[in-house]
């Protein structure tokens, strides 16, 4: 007998890329140009110009032995000494070379930073909504996702927060920018977080997954967990600052606050190496040193967010308010977010339902896309508003 | 309390990466040119040409979009097609894309397959010597590794591993050519360990590990096991044959004869998930479609073995017969490896004892060095023999 864990999750696709294959069948029937897929967060924008000159001179001008060679299993010494820096500059942290660990992305990151924490039984908490494979993470190491669950404003329930913490509890995920939701968590959430943890018992941990952490608009500022709690660790990834998501590009920075730092790193590279992460792709360490600061053109999302947000607002449609990503998180008419996704596929507009993420009463509409099917998919939207009878 | 076992896999050092913290202090002191480092299975030669123009190719006339964006999990339909077509024509098999799977490497195929085959408890078998990390990619995975301790031929003591084959097991990794000894299994090897599997009971896979498949002398036939077993995967690596190590990209083959190959496809598709394998390198899927056929000049680990068979044979030095890979397998003159290795340091040559590698007589030397290296390292290893008073 197989792992039947695994099988079951390598034949239940996801509700994604469930949606992401009917949105290919469906184009080949009636044109790409027909179709209104906002199903995927695949950024549409593509990496800053300097990636690719910084490549193609990483590739020409050095030794290819050294280029393509293995590295440290934490990644090469100057990299990570560049990203603490570069931290230590944005957050007033101290981190250090050796707080970071080089990884093959966001999915990466979060794998090898649980499998270090858990031990089995020991209880996660995120809020929801949240991405769906972090239960799928959670579970492989051993672990209990314990899910809070969401209320209108999309920011975390603390009251129910509370009652969730207990003895149980190893670690707490957040996620701001949030995917699906688009939603930022204000500093006053983060104190509140940090300050029921405390509460609760001094040995719990709260992972940062930020890979969007670039994609913020109207200047709202994202508190850096490091700065508000002593045992956290961020899992960031490049995918979607440097339109970068095949290239599995990343890292875990560990804040060297932390009372059992030393642990907690080694504990970082033994599950890196349980995994069979033997050191993140090479060429790619490099170039994300050389673009520091740098990230593609976010101002297109910008641009697509904004005029979604006036015309699905003037068709009567709500959602989460979006000060990030590139996520809006429509409320469905109809209650159920299965229906209303179902729904807005007649109308070719395909949105991913919420219920995976943890919010059945929304849908996901991932806005990476170019701004000319936005405007094509405008009617589509004032039609599914109108067969609702949303008013304007 | 932080997970135990990743800790200390994160505090203990390999020996391999102990030698090799010690070699760069000890050429810091003496100097690098009197350091014989024969410590790591780095490859020294450089990536053939056609990597580099492949690459300027591929990032200078690619939409960076596409370039760079998620694959789906499994990889690119067009690389997956291209390897199963090479294989295909290599030796005789059906495959199709959809018995290959893009990893993130050797290692990333071989904790996939494991994460996907194992239930708790299970038993994988592997033949001594063996790389090492087999036993923490079996154990994170749930199973539990039963070594068949190894002879002076290094090709499997097959009684033993009649005696060891129980309702237990659940896979049997085979490693040819091996690392460390270089022994190539002959077909009759594998034919009898196939006869031996399908003795015991049906359900056994075999996984054959070969990221040195193209690394053979002699004109030596290494037997692919899609053609005598069909419960069987093949985990693949272009870290060696095209010199691309850091870069983390191979692949898992699944036998599409196998009885449960859905399932078992399914499987390795959900335990890539569970991991965090979201999908291998974008460029290097590209990369490895452009460069079939090709490798890195491999007849450069020819000779230095070449070189290295002649001299050490004349020093007195005995070894196993090694038709593959880059690794020469010395047996240790006074019985202990560790002793031999530590005697080896005074005479500032780097062997890595066999212990970790389930030989605890024998010590690995890796020849993926230089000519120029292994000339000045000679009169050491003379004197290294003559230490032992091992007759000419």
Chains 1, 2 share one sequence.
């Not at 996801?14 to 294959?21: A, G, K, P, V, W």
């Not at 934490?74 to 981190?95: D, H, M, P």
């Amino acid at each position: 007998m197989l792992n039947e864990t695994n099988v079951n999750l390598g034949k239940v696709r996801s509700t994604i890329r469930e949606l992401f294959e009917y949105g290919k069948i469906r184009k080949a029937e009636i044109g790409d140009n027909n179709v209104f897929d906002f199903s995927i967060g695949n950024p549409s924008v593509p990496a800053p110009e300097e990636v690719k000159k910084a490549l193609v001179d990483l590739i020409e001008n050095t030794d290819p032995v050294a280029l393509h060679g293995y590295t440290s299993a934490q990644g090469y010494f100057s990299v990570r000494k560049s990203i603490a820096e570069e931290l230590n500059s944005k957050f007033s942290t101290s981190l250090n070379a050796d707080c970071i660990y080089m990884t093959c992305g966001a999915s990466a990151s979060l794998t090898v930073t649980l499998n270090a924490l858990l031990n089995k039984g020991d209880e996660v908490i995120v809020f929801a909504p949240f991405f769906p494979e972090y239960k799928v993470f959670c579970e492989h190491a051993g672990g209990k996702l314990v899910t809070i669950g969401c209320d209108n404003s999309f920011q975390p329930d603390l009251a129910k927060f509370k009652k969730a913490l207990s003895n149980k509890t190893k670690a707490v995920i957040i996620n701001s920018p949030n995917n699906p939701s688009g939603v930022i968590y204000s500093e006053q959430t983060i104190k509140q977080i940090v300050k029921l943890v405390e509460e609760c018992k001094n040995d719990i941990y709260i992972i940062s997954d930020e890979p969007y952490r670039e994609l913020v608009f109207n200047g709202v500022k994202i508190p850096f967990i490091m700065n508000y709690y002593k045992r956290s660790i961020v899992c960031y990834s490049y995918s979607k600052s440097l339109s970068l998501p095949g290239e599995r590009i990343g890292y875990i920075a560990v804040n060297n606050q932390a009372e059992d730092f030393a642990d907690l790193y080694a504990a970082i590279l033994g599950a890196g190496r349980a995994l069979g992460f033997v050191c993140a792709p090479a060429l790619f360490q490099q170039l994300v040193k050389r673009c520091h600061g740098k990230t593609a053109d976010l101002s297109i999302y910008r641009a697509n967010r904004d005029r979604l947000l006036e015309k699905l607002t003037e068709y009567g449609f709500e959602f989460a308010k979006p000060d990030g990503a590139f996520y809006l998180f429509l409320k469905s008419p109809e209650g159920d977010a299965r229906a209303f996704a179902e729904r807005a596929k007649k109308y070719e507009i395909l949105l991913v339902a919420g219920n995976d993420f943890g919010c059945g009463e929304y849908a996901r509409l991932s806005y990476c896309v170019s701004p000319q099917m936005i405007e094509r998919a405008l009617p589509a939207f004032e039609k599914l508003a109108q067969s609702y009878n949303l008013s304007k």
